[in-house]
T-cell receptor, first 113, second 112 residues
Framework: DAKTTQPPSMDCAEGRAANLPCNHS???????VYWYRQIHSQGPQYIIH???NNETNEMASLIITEDRKSSTLILPHATLRDTAVYYC??????????????FGKGTLLTVNP | DGGITQSPKYLFRKEGQNVTLSCEQN?????MYWYRQDPGQGLRLIYY???????QKGDIAEGYSVSREKKESFPLTVTSAQKNPTAFYLC???????????FGQGTRLTVV
């Protein structure tokens, strides 16, 4: 029962912004949007999360639509080291089994020189 | 430098032997987790611990055991009862059970 939908793959030129979309049309009011990435053969890396406001940190920006049914992760200046699988997850911060992380298939972002 | 350290990165064992994977964190996090990741598949939760001296089974605990005697350490033992132990094992920690989790670099276990 997928809660999010992401394109399987995307390409981006080095130095350009990478915009990774995620659809989460059934998101509940108490669910946050989280983004992780996983470089091949490494552990997943937390990137950013948000509830309804746009968020920015040193790695990326997260833009969430007003109806919260979709979001976009923006890497402002992609480098070759940003090549990874990016996972978008929706998850409440309390209750039930929400302590578990469940990754879908994600988006393989390939940054090209 | 704060983080989660898993060791070793690669581990080979003979079938029938128990093996212990190390996980240490210096983030002062209360919660710790062990996940297993198989090729082309998502994460599956093995065990988790909300606080020191307490841990709970996840979805695939059979054939595994853990301990949480110290806040910073959460070792995982893969026993001979685990039918398919070859996998990529990931340790994670978080401030609380429902906050964002941070992962180690993983241990790739191969049983021959």
């Amino acid at each position: 029962d997928a809660k999010t939908t992401q394109p399987p793959s995307m390409d981006c030129a080095e130095g350009r912004a990478a915009n990774l979309p995620c659809n989460h049309s059934t998101i509940s009011g108490n669910e946050y949007v989280y983004w992780y990435r996983q470089i091949h053969s490494q552990g997943p890396q937390y990137i950013i999360h948000g509830l309804k406001n746009n968020e920015t940190n040193e790695m990326a920006s997260l833009i969430i639509t007003e109806d919260r049914k979709s979001s976009t992760l923006i890497l402002p200046h992609a480098t070759l080291r940003d090549t990874a699988v990016y996972y978008c997850i929706v998850r409440a911060q309390s209750g039930g089994s929400n302590y578990k992380l469940t990754f879908g298939k994600g988006t393989l972002l390939t940054v090209n020189p | 430098d704060g983080g989660i350290t898993q060791s070793p990165k690669y581990l080979f064992r003979k079938e029938g032997q128990n093996v212990t994977l190390s996980c240490e964190q210096n983030l002062n996090h209360d919660a710790m987790y062990w996940y297993r990741q198989d090729p082309g598949q998502g994460l599956r939760l093995i065990y988790y611990s909300q606080i020191v001296n307490d841990f709970q089974k996840g979805d695939i605990a059979e054939g595994y055991s853990v301990s949480r005697e110290k806040k910073e350490s959460f070792p995982l033992t893969v026993t001979s009862a685990q039918k398919n132990p070859t996998a990529f094992y990931l340790c994670a920690s978080s401030r609380g059970l429902y906050t964002e989790a941070f992962f180690g670099q993983g241990t790739r276990l191969t049983v021959v």
